[in-house]
């Protein structure tokens, strides 16, 4: 679903030379991720899109879904301090 949601803001001009950031994972958490970084025309700026999943004890996962500013460090700030206060 996240694909198809991707192709469909890349080809309605929401996204412009979009790359693949590729798959890591959130350390502190032990979280997978995908991320892609793009620039976006409505508010010109580098930004990045991705989600993490963050396993649940119930053996469920919850999706996050992230859009940010592209920065020196992977995460912003506050995003990273977000991340770090999530618990289950």
Do not use: C
């Not at 890591?24 to 976006?40: E, I, M, S, V």
């Not at 879904?65 to 770090?84: G, Q, R, S």
């Amino acid at each position: 679903m996240f694909m198809k949601k991707y192709a469909l803001v890349l080809s309605g001009g929401g996204f412009k030379g979009a790359f693949q950031v590729g798959a890591l994972r959130f350390l502190k958490k032990n979280w997978n991720g995908y991320f892609w970084a793009y620039f976006d025309p409505l508010r010109p700026r580098y930004a990045k899109t991705g989600f993490y999943f963050a396993p649940l004890p119930s053996g469920d996962a919850l999706l996050l879904h992230l859009t940010e500013n592209v920065t020196k460090d992977f995460h912003e700030p506050k995003i990273l301090e977000i991340l770090e206060s999530i618990q289950f």
